[in-house]
C-alpha cells in the first residue's frame, strides 16, 4: 500500500493514498477502537448534509469562494447518495465530544472536493478541512445538530412502524370482537371481557405512544448549529446565522429552528433525555403486551391457552415439537437494552460540565441503538407475531364457565357479603357458581341466565337490571 504524509498539531503520520480520510480521522480511530462498529449511516448523511447547508451560507453571505463551495457540495450530495461511507472509519463512542467524526466527515469531503477540483488527496491548499468544509461551525454545534437529524429521521420510521402495529391490533380486535374470555387481575380471575377489548386495549395503548414520539420529533427539531464553540457563534459570519438554519431544512426536508439561546442549546442535553423517556416508555408498554401474549398462550395443554402465537421455529433441542414463544421474547430483549441504554442517555447527559458536553457520541450511540432496535422489532412483532395469532374460542368460553369471578354481576342483587360466600363455596367445591345459586335457590333459571351473562358484563351497567 502507498501511503501520503499528512500533519496536524499532533505531528506527522502516513495516511493511505487512496483514502479520503485524513490524519486527524485516522488519529481518532486508532485512539478509539471502542465498539467495533462503524457511524450509523443516517448520521452519516446528516453530518454531510450539514456541511453542505454551511457551505451554501456561507457562499450566500460571500465568505466561502464559489469554486471551492461548488465542488464542497457535490461531495455532500456523493455522500447523502450513499457514496464513500466506506472512508468514515470512526468509532462512535469517543472522546473529545465528537471531534473525530466531525473531522472525518470535514477531511472525506475536502479530499473529495480537491479530486473535483482537480487536484490530489491531500493538498489541502486546494480544499481545506477546517478552513473550508468547516467554515463558521464547530464540532460543539454540528455533531449535535447532526444528532437531532438523525434522530428525527429515526424517529420517523418508528411512528410508521407504530402506525402499522396499530393497524394490526385494531384488525385482531375486530376479529376477536364477539370471543368471550376472562379477565384477570393480579393474575387471578376477574371478571369477563373479549378479547377483542383486550387487543382494542392495545391498540389505544399504542396510540398514546405514536403521539408522544411525534412530540418528541418537535422537540429534537430544535438545533444549535450556527452556535459554534460555545454559543457565541464566534468565527461565523453574522449573516451565516441567519442562514444556515432554513438553508439546513432546506437540504434535509426537515422543519427545523435554531434554539433560542444558543449558549443553553450547546450546555444542555436535556432533550435527548427525554426523547430517549419516551422510547423507553413505548419499549416498556409493548414490553408489557409481549408478556400478556406469552401468557395468553401458555401451554398450550397445561396453560391458558386462549390464543394461539404463529409457530415460527423449533423451541428445543431436546423436547420434540416443543414451540416457544420467540417473538414476543425478542420484544421484551429489546425492551430490556432500551431500559438500559436510557439510564446511559440519562448520566451522560448529567455528566456535562459548563459550556459543553463531551458526552454527545455515547448518548447518539445509544439513543439510535434504542430507535432502530425498537422499530425492527415492531416489525417482526406484527408481521411475525400479531397477524398470524388466533382465537381458541372454546377454550375461552370454558375458562369463563368455570370461573367464580362471574359472581360478581349479582352483587347488585345479592350483596357483596353473599356473593363472596358463593364464590368460596364454588372454589372449594369445583362446582359451578351458577349450578350453586340455583341449587340454592337464590335466582331462578332464567334470572341466572340474564344476571350471569358473560357477554352483559362486558359493558357498563347493572346485567339484568332492565329486565328483573
Known sequence: MNYRVESDSIGEMKVPEQAYYGV??????????????????ELIVSLAQIKKAAAMSNMEV???????????????????????HDQFIVDPIQGGAGTSMNMNANEVIANRAIEILGGKKGDYSVVH????????????????????????????????A????????????????NVIKMGRTQLQDAVPLTLGQEFGAYSSAVKRDIRRLKKAIDVARTVNIGGTAVG????????????????????????????????????????????????????????????????????????????????????????PGKINPVIPEVINQISFNIIGNDMTVTMAAEA??????????????????????LTNGIHTFVDNCIKGITANEERCKELVEKSV????????????????????????????????????????????????????????????????
Open 129 to 160: 478541512p477546517n478552513d473550508h468544509v468547516n467554515m463558521g461551525q464547530s464540532t460543539n454545534d454540528v455533531i449535535p445538530t447532526a444528532g437531532n437529524i438523525t434522530t428525527i429521521k429515526l424517529l420517523d420510521r418508528a411512528v410508521d
Open 232 to 319: 457565541t457563534g464566534i468565527n461565523a459570519d453574522e449573516n451565516y446565522e441567519t442562514r444556515i438554519v432554513p438553508n439546513l431544512s432546506l437540504v434535509t426536508n426537515l422543519e427545523l429552528k435554531q434554539a433560542d439561546n444558543l449558549i443553553d442549546a450547546t450546555q444542555n442535553l436535556d432533550k435527548y433525555v427525554e426523547v430517549s423517556s419516551v422510547i423507553k416508555t413505548c419499549a416498556v408498554t409493548l414490553s408489557k403486551i409481549a408478556n400478556d401474549l406469552r401468557l395468553l398462550s401458555s401451554g398450550p395443554r397445561t396453560g391458558i391457552g386462549e390464543i394461539n402465537l404463529p409457530s415460527k421455529q423449533n423451541g428445543s433441542s431436546i423436547m
Open 62 to 84: 460571500g465568505v466561502l469562494d464559489k469554486e471551492i463551495g461548488r465542488a464542497i457540495i457535490i461531495a455532500c450530495d456523493e455522500i447523502i447518495e450513499g457514496k464513500l
Open 405 to 468: 369471578g362471574i359472581i360478581t354481576a349479582a352483587c347488585p342483587y345479592i350483596g357483596y357479603k353473599e356473593a363472596a360466600r358463593i364464590a368460596k363455596k364454588a372454589i372449594k367445591t369445583g362446582r359451578a357458581v351458577k349450578d350453586i345459586v340455583l341449587e340454592e335457590g337464590i335466582f331462578k333459571e332464567d334470572e341466572v341466565n340474564t344476571v350471569l351473562d358473560a357477554m352483559a358484563m362486558i359493558h357498563p351497567g347493572i346485567p339484568g337490571k332492565k329486565v328483573l
Open 162 to 177: 407504530l402506525i402499522i402495529l396499530d393497524d394490526a391490533f385494531n384488525r385482531k380486535a375486530e376479529e376477536f370482537s
Open 352 to 373: 456535562g460540565q459548563l459550556e459543553l458536553n463531551a458526552f454527545e457520541p455515547v448518548i447518539f450511540y445509544n439513543l439510535f441503538e434504542s430507535i432502530s432496535t
Open 24 to 41: 486527524q480521522t485516522l488519529r481518532g480511530a486508532e485512539n478509539f477502537r471502542i465498539t467495533e462498529q462503524k457511524l450509523q449511516k
